[in-house]
């Protein structure tokens, strides 16, 4: 087996991090940064993790590019964090580092309509309890 520019026989070349021999036919091996590493721990100590399966990432991935979230998906793990729904229109609301959907990001944020229960994006009336309600939806109830 050639690695690294040499040959080695089969259970001579072991993994700079287990310490295990590669096992070529099953497992594999990778160089990097001039070192041997059986693919499992190559995968384990340089791959990002998966932020919501927490599993490596390799391949297509989804990140935020300008920096609102932080971390890198799966393409089918990206998706709310409290529902877990994927966002159809690529639409989400991204709260204390993680990516929501537009209901529960409201929710957690504290500006869903005492009313309606409806998201308020834009002006609202708030009572000094902390309730807050769209300006149409804040009437009185007697």
């Known amino acids: 087996i050639k690695a690294l520019g040499k040959f080695y026989h089969p259970g001579h070349l072991e993994c ?42 390799k391949g ?9 979230l932080e971390g890198k998906w799966h393409v089918d793990c990206f998706g709310c964090h409290s529902c877990h729904e994927p966002f159809p229109d690529n639409t989400f609301y991204v709260f204390e580092n993680s990516p929501y959907c537009k209901i529960h990001y409201h ?25 807050r309600f769209h300006p149409p939806c804040f009437v009185c109830f007697f």
């Open 16 to 57: 700079v991090h287990c310490y295990q021999p590669i096992d070529f036919e099953r497992v594999g091996f990778k160089e990097y940064q001039g070192k041997i590493y059986c693919r499992p721990d190559y995968k384990r100590l340089f791959l990002p993790m998966c932020r919501a399966c927490n599993q490596p990432v």
């Open 107 to 131: 929710q957690l944020n504290n500006s869903l309509c005492r009313t309606c229960d409806g998201p308020i994006e834009g002006p609202c009336a708030q009572t000094s309890e902390g309730w």
């Open 60 to 68: 297509k991935a989804v990140s935020a590019m300008d920096g609102s």
